[in-house]
């Protein structure tokens, strides 16, 4: 039985292993200031300045966000029936993003949850029954849904930056399916 070198280069690849210094020539430098600006940030979030905003009133406030996009996107639906399977989606998505951070609300506030699927569950269908009071007055178009979005993307990725932990994954994984949900809609 061999030991494990782990300075072995890949099967196949001649040659010896690279240098830490080989590797950062390799790397294009735009990629290595991307994960130094990130290692900054995340170094730096901690000792931001943190707002008289509680945690739980920043999550409530995009559980809300999401939930009235969803609206949104189910309303635009019927103004834009050529991007209406797109406008499902994101509305569906938009529910689960309201759900999970309403989970997150419960269990930061101290209520049990012994089986969180049980509890996404219990959140997704009270925001699901909250979408008809949402709802516009008239029919919402795309341009609305885009900017809904497009705002969602923002607010949630600054929130990600300020909060630490479990929270800023969830928040950023939100900012990410918001922006991924604009380039669907075709808005950037």
């Known amino acids: ?10 099967e196949g690849i001649p040659g010896r292993s690279m240098t830490r210094r080989q590797w950062l020539a390799a790397v294009p430098p735009a990629t290595v200031a991307a994960g130094a600006t990130l290692a900054l940030v995340g170094c730096a979030a901690p000792t931001a300045p943190r707002s008289s905003v509680t945690d739980e009133d ?29 406008l499902g989606i994101v509305a569906a998505q938009r529910v689960e993003h309201a759900a999970a951070l309403r989970t997150e609300i419960a269990r930061a506030a101290g209520r049990s949850i ?4 049980a509890s996404v569950d219990a959140e997704r269908e009270a925001v699901l029954a909250e979408l008809p009071a949402l709802m516009p007055g008239s029919p919402a178009g795309l341009d609305e849904v885009r ?15 300020r909060a ?25």
């Not at 999401?66 to 050529?82: F, G, H, K, N, V």
């Not at 900017?147 to 930056?161: C, G, K, M, W």
């Not at 630490?164 to 990410?176: D, E, N, P, T």
């Open 147 to 161: 900017a809904a979005l497009a705002e969602s993307v923002e607010a949630t990725r600054r929130a990600a930056i």
């Open 58 to 86: 920043m999550l409530d406030r995009h559980a809300g966000a999401a939930a009235r996009d969803a609206a949104l996107a189910r309303s635009a639906a019927a103004t834009s029936p050529d991007r209406a399977e797109e």
């Open 1 to 10: 039985m061999t030991g494990v070198n782990s300075h072995a280069r890949p």
């Open 164 to 188: 630490i932990g479990h929270r800023s994954g969830l928040l950023a994984s939100v900012s990410a399916s918001c922006a991924a949900h604009l380039e669907l809609l075709g808005g950037a």
């Open 114 to 117: 012994t089986e969180p699927p």
